[in-house]
Structures are given as structure tokens and as C-alpha cells.
């Protein structure tokens, strides 16, 4: 037996058949079918079907948010008078 390593939206072909099984579902229950994704597999999601696809995660969003800050403060003290404060 092979072990695979879990992503979050793959194209594994057990994960292709669930996301289909989903998506019928959702279609014979008049339910938005939604899905978590990446930037770079959300149309293939939008394509197969899934009409709320959520293009990152809160790990991505706050990593992304948390770089923007720091960015903020570094460019904030190069600008003061007193320098930087890391030595």
C-alpha cells in the first residue's frame, strides 16, 4: 500500500470522485455546492461545477496579513527619525 500525503484540493482520483459525488448531491437537493480551492485549481472547481469557491485559506490569509504588518511597520521605521529598531 503507497501512502499519499493530504492536500487540500488535489486531483487524486478518490478526491475527483468525491467532489463529483458532492456536487450531485448538492444538485439533487438544490444546495450551492461549495468548495475550498487554491488560486491555481479554482476554475478547474468553477468548470466542474462548484459555484462557491473559496480561492485560499486561513492560514494563506493570515500569513498574507501578517506580512503586510510587518512590511508596514519596517517601512514605517526606515521613515522615522530614530532608525531601525532591530540592530
Known amino acids: 500500500m503507497t501512502s499519499q500525503i493530504f492536500r487540500l484540493d488535489s486531483d487524486l482520483p478518490a ?41 485560499t485559506s486561513d492560514l494563506g490569509a493570515l500569513t498574507r496579513a501578517v506580512a503586510e504588518d510587518v512590511r508596514s511597520v519596517r517601512q514605517a521605521e526606515t521613515a522615522g527619525p530614530s532608525g531601525s529598531t532591530y540592530q
Open 15 to 55: 478526491h475527483a470522485e468525491a467532489r463529483q459525488r458532492i456536487l450531485e448531491a448538492c444538485r439533487r437537493h438544490n444546495v450551492v455546492a461549495g468548495i475550498n480551492s487554491t488560486a491555481l485549481t479554482a476554475p478547474k472547481r468553477v468548470a466542474e461545477g462548484f459555484r462557491m469557491v473559496l480561492v
